[in-house]
């Protein structure tokens, strides 16, 4: 885990390329994830979208995986908790 410091200049690096992949919205629709590939390890960065504001969930992997089946797992968990506690929100 990295140091608090370190920790602030990932996190905002992370938005600076969230916020990329937002603009370009009106061309490609809303972005969901994106994923970054280093020597020893991959990033998926989902893109959740609240009421009050955005959030990130990352998520660390390494190979070997399946691109396709981590995208499908976490997408399909993310669907089914964050339509539950948006309902949640509304009441």
């Not at 920790?7 to 490609?28: C, D, G, H, M, Y």
């Not at 990352?58 to 539950?84: D, F, T, W």
């Amino acid at each position: 885990m990295p140091d608090e410091q370190t920790f602030q200049r990932l996190f905002l690096q992370t938005e600076v390329i969230a916020s990329i992949a937002k603009s370009n919205a009106p061309l490609f629709g809303d972005p969901t994830f994106f994923s970054l590939h280093f020597e020893h390890t991959d990033l998926y960065f989902f893109l959740l979208s609240g009421q009050t504001r955005s959030r990130v969930l990352a998520v660390e992997m390494i190979q070997p995986y399946s691109h396709e089946e981590i995208v499908s797992r976490v997408g399909k968990y993310l669907e089914q908790n964050l339509r539950s506690n948006s309902r949640q929100e509304n009441r």
